[in-house]
Structure formats: structure tokens, C-alpha cells
């Protein structure tokens, strides 16, 4: 690890920049995502065109998403802009089918107690049904914050710098030790999101933690994700 | 836009359609890669995971493992294995079936959990051994489960044979976006995005007939338990 002491510097600019580059899009991504959640929700037609958006979004492989943009965006095809324009479509696209399980886990019960005890619609959606379908929301923006940190490499490929950019230089200059520099620089900003993820989680929903699955250190994303095959297997 | 013209040129550019660098033989080239890729991996994770959700064991280990593969960046796996074995497509290989592990563990085990426990009592009652239980109970009804697995690993591995032809010696769709950086060519970098995402589409439509076979074609038990 000599090359590491002789090269902090560089690490952590390249670190800063892949901070950047990720926490834009995850931010973004779920704020766009819950409305349209929330939305797709209510309505079941608007859910099926939706979640299959969504998952034809989600198919289309990233380095082909980040040199395409250009011709549709009208950027330059090294642009950090095409990065951040695709990892937030697919955080969006991620997002949107758990916010719309989150809304979905919500009891019906409750909802009518809620009307009942006078919420008008607007404060019924945020004081109610987004503190109730928080941890679901916080389960799907762990996977997103996962995915995302680690995409952001790709794009190394497209000439944006970030900690990616320790796998290509690594490469070209045939030194492992930058290579696993990187590696373990990605993997490491992965789990600090995700526990930040869910510190957050636990101090805004202090209930949840008694709660099943959903709070439970870094095992959660795969089950997640085994619920995200089992939505979608139609 | 003259760049989206430039693609549709280079599409209608017949020297794009023939030789060792046309869309067809990379096309080919691409599709099996994926397919040995999926088939290997397949060959490792579908009998562990199929283990591990009929005994139940070692379930935390898996899906640990799995979570801390996921979140392995693929360009680094795939750059420090080449360094090791290298030019040739054996690094490529190597990375593409790490990736395509843990959605077939996945599915596998998630969709052995997924199938009713009583179901499952009920066939060791009428006398099934452990064996009948799996192949006859347990794998088809979690058979669309298992091939959504099988579907995100295709994927997964599509989108990273792409990113592969970084390293010098593997083929595939991804020479197009590579080598059309390099070389600055942006009609080239287009045309190959737009043929791996079409690939790409047409794999997971190909993968939701398949799913929605498994799942009209399977036992009628979960109905009957219920």
C-alpha cells in the first residue's frame, strides 16, 4: 500500500468527485421516484405502464446509457452530465417500483382512521402514508445508494474521473495496488451510504426499528432484491 | 443533429455488416460470451442455492456473500484479474461469472423460500424422499423465480461484456464503444450503444415469455394448500 501513501491526494479528489457523482443521483432519483410511487399506487393502470417502464429503463446496460445520452441530450460525449442524467433514470427506475410497494404497505385501515380523524388529502399523503411507508422507502433507497455508487466506475470508460479512473490508470500502468486502492475505495463508500442510509432511517422512524426486516445491517439489500425478482417475474 | 445522422449512415454502410468487425460476427461473438458466462455460473450457483434453500443452511453466509459481490464494481474486478492473466478473454470470463453469481444464488434460494412450507410438508407425508420433494415439488414452483434469476444474470452480464472490451482480446458489441472512443469515431460509439441496448431488450422480453411459460405450466399445488 506504498502507492496509496504516495498518492492520498489524488485518492481522496477522485473520492470527492465519486461522492459527487453518486449522492446527485440517489438524491435525485428518490426524490422523483416517491411522487410517482405514491402515484402509481392509487392507480393500477398507470402502475402496470409504469413498472414496465421502469424495468425496460433498468435493462439497458450503462455504458451504452452514458454514450447515447449525448445524441438525445445534446451534451459532449465526455460530458459528467450523461453520467449523472443515466444513474438518476435508473435510480428512478428502481425507486419507483418500492416507493409504489412502500405506498402499498400501508393498511387501508389506517388510511380511512386518518380521513376519519379529519387529515385533508395533502396532509394525509405526508403525515401519514410517508411516515408508514418509510421503511420500505428506505429498503429501496439502500439498493439504489448500492447500485449507483458502484456504476459511477463505469464511467470512468467515458473519460469522467472518479475512483474508476484508479482501474483504468491501474491498468494501462500495470499496478495492482492502484486497482485495489479503488476497489476498496468503492466497496467502503457503498457501506458508509448504506449505514448512513439507515442511521437516518432509525432516527426519522424511530418505530421501525421493532420491525421486521428492514432495518437489518447490509443483508437486507439482497433481500430486497429477492422481492424485486419476485415483482418481477409478470 | 448530425451525429444521430451519422449513426443511420454508418448503419446503411454495408462494410458495417460483413467481416471479423461487422455487427453480426459481434453480435455472435457478444451472445456467446453471455451464454458460456451464464452457463458457468449457472453450473455453480443454482445447485448451492437450490442446497441452501431446501436444508436452510448456511442462508446467512449466501446472502451476505452475495450482497458484498453485488457491490464489487465491475471495471475493478474485471482490470485486476487481467493484470494477472493477461490480454485474452480469460479475465473477462472470470469477471463475468463472479457478477452473474449472486442473482442466480438468488433466485434459486429465494425461490425455494417461496414455496409454501405446507406444500412441502404435505409431499414428505404422502412419502417423498428429500430428492422427489426437490425436483417434483420445490423447483417447479419455483421455477419462474429461478428464471428471473437466470434473466437478471443474462443481463448483468450483457451489460458488462460490454464494458469488458475495455481490456484488449475479448470481442463483443463492446469493441464498437471502446474503440470508438479512442478513435474519437462518435457514429461508431452510437451505432454499437444502439445495438447492444436493442440486445439487451430483446434478451429480457425472450426472458419474460419464458417466465410467464413457467409460470402457466406449473403445478396447480399452491392452489390446492391454500
Known amino acids: 500500500m506504498r502507492w496509496f501513501e504516495n ?30 410511487g405514491w402515484y402509481a399506487n392509487r392507480h393500477p393502470r398507470v402502475r402496470g405502464v409504469l413498472l414496465t ?23 459532449g460525449f465526455l460530458d459528467p452530465l450523461n453520467v449523472v442524467v443515466a444513474l438518476t433514470m435508473y435510480a428512478v427506475a428502481i425507486m419507483a417500483r418500492s416507493a409504489s410497494d412502500a405506498f402499498g404497505s400501508v393498511s387501508p385501515g389506517v388510511l380511512d382512521a386518518a380521513t376519519a380523524a379529519g387529515f385533508a388529502p395533502a396532509g394525509r399523503a405526508f403525515q401519514v402514508e410517508l411516515p408508514l411507508a418509510g421503511p420500505v422507502l428506505v429498503a429501496g433507497l439502500r439498493v439504489v445508494a448500492v447500485s449507483t455508487v458502484s456504476l459511477v466506475s463505469v464511467g470512468a470508460l467515458t473519460g469522467v474521473n472518479n475512483l474508476g479512473s484508479l482501474f483504468t490508470e491501474g491498468y494501462r500502468t500495470d499496478n495492482d495496488a492502484e486497482i485495489l486502492v479503488g476497489v476498496i475505495g468503492i ?6 451510504f448504506d449505514g448512513l442510509i439507515v442511521l ?33 417475474r409478470v | 443533429m448530425s451525429v444521430v445522422n451519422d449513426t443511420v449512415d454508418w448503419f446503411a454502410d454495408s462494410s458495417h455488416w460483413s467481416g471479423d468487425d461487422g455487427v453480426p460476427h459481434r453480435l ?32 446467512g453466509l449466501a446472502v451476505v456473500s452475495s450482497g458484498a459481490l453485488r457491490a464489487l464494481p465491475t471495471l475493478g474486478v474485471l482490470t485486476y484479474a487481467s493484470l494477472f492473466t493477461g490480454i485474452g478473454i480469460k479475465a473477462a470470463i472470470f469477471t463475468l461469472v463472479l457478477l452473474a453469481i449472486p442473482p442466480l444464488l438468488a433466485g434459486a434460494y429465494a425461490g425455494l423460500e ?10 414428505r407425508a404422502v412419502g417423498m424422499t428429500e430428492w422427489q420433494i ?27 461484456a460490454t464494458v469488458a472490451a475495455y481490456v484488449p482480446g475479448p470481442g463483443g458489441l463492446g469493441r464498437y464503444l471502446i474503440d470508438g472512443l479512442a478513435l474519437s469515431d462518435y457514429p461508431r460509439v452510437v451505432a454499437g450503444s444502439v445495438v447492444v441496448i436493442v440486445l439487451a431488450l430483446a434478451l429480457d422480453g425472450m426472458f419474460v415469455l419464458l417466465q410467464r411459460l413457467a409460470l402457466r405450466n406449473r403445478p396447480a399445488a399452491v392452489r390446492t394448500t391454500a
Open chain 1, 187 to 192: 466497496v467502503a463508500l457503498a457501506l458508509v
Open chain 1, 53 to 75: 417502464m421502469a424495468g425496460v429503463l433498468y435493462t439497458v446496460p450503462s455504458l451504452a446509457l452514458f454514450l447515447i445520452l449525448p445524441s438525445i441530450i445534446g451534451t
Open chain 2, 114 to 123: 417461496s414455496v409454501d412450507r405446507q406444500t412441502i410438508d404435505a409431499a
Open chain 2, 134 to 160: 426437490l425436483t417434483k415439488v420445490e423447483v417447479p414452483l419455483a421455477l419462474p423465480l429461478i428464471i428471473g434469476g437466470v434473466r437478471s444474470a443474462t443481463l448483468q452480464v450483457v451489460a458488462t
Open chain 1, 7 to 36: 498518492n492520498t491526494d489524488k485518492v481522496v479528489d477522485l473520492l470527492l468527485s465519486h461522492v459527487w457523482l453518486s449522492v446527485v443521483p440517489i438524491v435525485l432519483g428518490f426524490v422523483i421516484a416517491v411522487p410517482i
Open chain 1, 200 to 232: 437516518a432511517g432509525r432516527l426519522l422512524l424511530p418505530w421501525s426499528r421493532s420491525s421486521r426486516s428492514t432495518t437489518r445491517s447490509p443483508v437486507s439489500p439482497i433481500m430486497s432484491f429477492a422481492q424485486h425478482l419476485r415483482g418481477g
Open chain 2, 28 to 59: 455472435v461473438q457478444h451472445l456467446g460470451y453471455t451464454s458460456l458466462t451464464v452457463l458457468i455460473a449457472a453450473a455453480i450457483a443454482i445447485p448451492i442455492g437450490l442446497w441452501i434453500g431446501h436444508t436452510g443452511r448456511l442462508r
